[in-house]
């Protein structure tokens, strides 16, 4: 009986050490799993701010910043193609982490801001212990893209060659677009500004269909720039512009501008005289005019 005692004890002594012992792994691996997941090692960038906006045109070096001695590293750079398949750019296992220039930079997934995303991971080990630091996002600037210019519409005034052009313009990389416009044989340009980021609706300033006109639509930042030209061709009969409010369906008496009298015309067909200074009179005795046809 004393023996059989003794048994149930060893066997509960047993019993009880063996669950203090998983008790104590189980504690461990509760312990070792919260220590990589509250991981306090963070990556920093020399040239990029926490924000992670940088240039895809330089390079950047990363490092981990941690209480701990790391006894090694795996360090690894992320990109995404156009559909979204996951690439590693560059790898590495030094402390010291440099990241080249990207090239084939139109390979790669664009953000709606034109920003190529990326990401920088590092694994590290700590205390005989591999844990994963929190990664560092990056959004990489580009030079600015036209993406796409819509058909223009033309707007006309009846009886004109004055016109107007409205589209649309699709880009990235820059907050504005600039308008540039020139119409052949002035050398006077003219500019305007679109503040519509992404998608910029342009109505352009007046143009005259007798001559040839070119919009220049450019975007730039400070890596670069970009630029798309529409031309608009003369349009045949379209009306001589005359840069002076006559009366409708006056007759007038016409001088070219050496004051030779070249006949009397209603208003409707001044239009059909070549571009030029002239001096109208009006027969119901109105003060003379000077005008110009262009």
Same mark, same amino acid.
């Given at each position: 009986?004393?023996?059989?005692?003794?048994?149930?004890?060893?066997?509960?002594?047993?019993?009880?050490?063996?669950?203090?012992?998983h008790?104590?792994?189980?504690?461990?691996?509760?312990?070792?799993?919260?220590?990589?997941?509250?991981?306090?090692?963070?990556?920093?960038?020399g040239?990029?701010?926490d924000?992670?906006?940088?240039?895809?045109?330089?390079?950047?070096s990363?490092?981990?910043?941690?209480?701990?001695v790391?006894?090694?590293?795996?360090?690894k750079?992320?990109l995404?193609?156009?559909?979204g398949?996951?690439?590693?750019?560059?790898q590495?296992?030094e402390?010291?982490?440099?990241?080249?220039?990207?090239?084939?930079?139109?390979?790669?997934?664009?953000?709606?801001?034109?920003?190529? #995303?990326?990401? @920088?991971?590092?694994? +590290?080990c700590a205390?005989? /212990?591999?844990? &994963?630091?929190? %990664?560092?996002?990056? *959004?990489?600037?580009?030079?600015?893209?036209?993406?796409?210019?819509?058909?223009?519409?033309i707007?006309?005034?009846?009886?004109?060659?004055?016109?107007?052009?409205?589209?649309?313009?699709?880009?990235?990389g820059?907050?504005?677009?600039t308008v540039?416009?020139e119409?052949?044989g002035d050398?006077?340009?003219r500019y305007f500004?679109?503040?519509?980021?992404?998608?910029a609706?342009?109505?352009?300033?007046?143009?005259?269909?007798n001559?040839?006109?070119?919009? #220049?639509?450019k @975007?730039?930042n400070? +890596?670069?720039?970009a630029? /798309?030209?529409? &031309?608009?061709? %003369?349009?045949?009969? *379209?009306?001589a512009y005359?840069?002076?409010?006559?009366a409708e369906?006056?007759?007038s008496?016409?001088?070219?501008?050496?004051?030779i009298?070249l006949?009397?015309?209603?208003?409707?067909?001044?239009?059909?005289?070549e571009?030029?200074?002239?001096?109208?009179?009006?027969?119901?005795?109105?003060?003379?005019?000077?005008?110009?046809?262009?």
């Open positions: 009986m004393r023996r059989f005692a003794y048994l149930i004890l060893a066997t509960a002594f047993i019993t009880t050490v063996t669950f203090v012992a008790s104590q792994e189980s504690a461990r691996n509760q312990i070792d799993w919260n220590s990589r997941k509250t991981s306090t090692a963070k990556i920093s960038c040239n990029i701010e924000d992670g906006v940088g240039s895809v045109y330089e390079s950047h990363f490092t981990l910043v941690s209480e701990d790391i006894e090694a590293y795996s360090w750079l992320t995404w193609d156009k559909s398949q996951e690439i590693i750019v560059s590495g296992n402390p010291l982490f440099t990241t080249a220039p990207l090239s084939n930079i139109d390979t790669y997934a664009r953000n709606a801001s034109g920003y190529i #995303d990326a990401t @920088v991971s590092c694994s +590290y205390n005989n /212990e591999w844990s &994963e630091a929190e %990664p560092f996002k990056l *959004s990489l600037e580009t030079k600015p893209q036209i993406i796409a210019i819509s058909e223009p519409e707007i006309t005034e009846d009886n004109s060659p004055i016109f107007y052009a409205r589209f649309t313009v699709e880009y990235i820059a907050e504005m677009i540039i416009m119409e052949d050398v006077n340009l500004y679109v503040e519509e980021p992404l998608i609706h342009v109505v352009t300033l007046n143009m005259n269909s001559y040839y006109n070119w919009v #220049d639509i @975007v730039a400070k +890596y670069g720039s630029t /798309e030209t529409l &031309e608009f061709k %003369p349009v045949e009969n *379209s009306g005359i840069d002076t409010v006559l369906s006056a007759l008496k016409v001088y070219n501008a050496q004051g009298y006949g009397e015309y209603m208003t409707e067909d001044l239009r059909t005289l571009g030029g200074i002239y001096f109208i009179a009006n027969t119901n005795g109105s003060p003379i005019k000077k005008i110009l046809i262009r």
